[in-house]
């Protein structure tokens, strides 16, 4: 069993686009900025870019810069 969602939680929609919208608002408060929308969220910025692509919120690192 899983425990209870907090009070006030938002319940509507699946996990990733829960995610994605939290990292959505994050960007947004940080004004586009990732290493403060990473840094509000405790994330690494590499790690808060991964996300960001992996749920569609980034294109692919442009031609020439992939590792």
Do not use: M, V
């Amino acid at each position: 069993d899983l425990p209870s969602l907090p009070a006030g939680a938002a319940s509507a929609g699946s996990f990733l686009d829960q995610e994605r919208e939290i990292l959505r608002r994050a960007l947004e408060r940080a004004g586009g900025n990732k290493t403060r929308a990473a840094r509000a969220l405790g994330l690494k910025r590499t790690t808060l870019i991964d996300k960001l692509r992996r749920l569609g919120l980034e294109g692919p690192a442009p031609r020439g810069t992939e590792h």
